[in-house]
């Protein structure tokens, strides 16, 4: 089984193995799941070279914390945590969501986090979300002071622009920055990407696979899927959209068919190339909650694309149908 080779986390951050984990939907987001099964994928990912984990305050209200947290502490040494603050989604409707980036907040936030992790510090801080009109220099600077106090080792930021990324940067050194990123959603190749690059942060694509939708594994969200799966509300993956991008996999099919691969192997031996391409560290983080995925989610790293297999893949994000979101205003793309 293949192992991971690793790459660092910024220009002063970890090194971390070359994919990582995202844990989300190990509890929250995508319909019922199987806790023993989640817990056994967390131990079989360490066991292929895993060794970064994402999660956020916001998942379940701090239960995808608590449900990392045994983990955790079995593995200290080994794991590099990531969390988040800043976004909340009101339970009762879960598409009203806020952004709090107030300092006194982020203080509360990231000690809450530290309780239901069950550690003394976390290793990656993100700020999940921009919260509109509020100073980044004044967000980055209360962070900053988590890292002076200990709670925080490194710092990270999620869709963000390519300048609010370098104005970030200039207050504290940032290791990482989380965007969607995948042969479906490209909108941070513009101005995210090369800052990254310039700059020496790490690029951590999150939905890399396309939620699913670029494995095959569903068509049309609002048919196959549960009621209570976030991907229902993504434009992209439902109706007249999802018929469109279904057509869209064949390209994708047919380098697999090349490399006896699975389709999601392609998407991330895709995400993969694109440090060579760009210059940069790139640690994209999969979610799954399934031993037999997180196994061949790790064995893409073996499959090499060649120019012309790029180039054919490479037109696939300009013909995808639907935004990402619904509203593209939490994300970078609505404001470049």
Not at 103 to 127: C, E, K, N, W
Not at 214 to 234: H, Y
Not at 238 to 244: L, P, R, V
Not at 260 to 272: C, E, K, M, S
Request: glycine share 8%.
């Amino acid at each position: 089984m293949t192992r991971l080779t690793t790459t660092r986390l910024g220009a002063d951050g970890p090194q971390v193995g070359l994919q990582g984990l995202g844990c989300m939907g190990m509890t929250f987001a995508y319909g019922p799941t199987d806790t023993d099964e989640a817990r056994a994928t967390l131990e079989r990912a360490l066991e292929l070279g895993v060794t970064l984990y994402d999660t956020a305050d916001v998942y379940g209200a701090g239960d995808n914390e608590r449900f990392l947290a045994p983990f955790l502490r079995a593995h200290r040494d080994e794991i590099v945590l990531a969390t988040k603050f800043a976004l909340s989604i009101d339970p009762d409707d879960p598409t009203n969501r806020s952004i709090n980036n107030d300092p006194s907040y982020i203080r509360s936030s990231v000690d809450a986090s530290l309780q239901r992790l069950g550690i003394d510090t976390i290793d990656l801080y993100y700020m999940h979300r921009r919260a509109p009109g509020a100073p980044i220099e004044e967000t980055v600077g209360a962070m900053a002071e988590l890292v002076q106090a200990g709670k925080v080792k490194h710092l990270g930021l999620s869709e963000v622009t390519g300048q609010e990324l370098r104005t970030a940067h200039a207050v504290h050194p940032i290791a990482a920055v989380q965007s969607e990123w995948s042969l479906f959603s490209r909108d941070i190749e513009r101005g995210v990407v090369p800052t990254a690059a310039e700059l020496g942060v790490a690029l951590v694509p999150y939905s890399p696979l396309g939620r699913g939708f670029l494995t095959g594994s569903f068509v049309s969200a609002d048919k196959e899927l549960t009621a209570d799966d976030f991907r229902r509300e993504l434009p992209r993956f439902t109706g007249t959209n999802a018929t469109a991008n279904a057509s869209l996999l064949t390209p994708i099919r047919t380098v697999a068919a090349a490399h006896d691969a699975t389709l999601g192997q392609v998407a991330l031996a895709w995400v993969h190339q694109q440090a060579d391409i760009h210059g940069l560290s790139v640690i994209p983080i999969p979610g799954t909650r399934s031993r037999s995925r997180v196994e061949e989610n790790t064995a893409a790293i073996r499959i090499s694309l060649s120019d012309e297999e790029l180039s054919l893949l490479d037109t696939l994000a300009a013909q995808v149908s639907g935004e990402r979101y619904a509203d593209m205003t939490f994300t970078s793309a609505g404001r470049e």
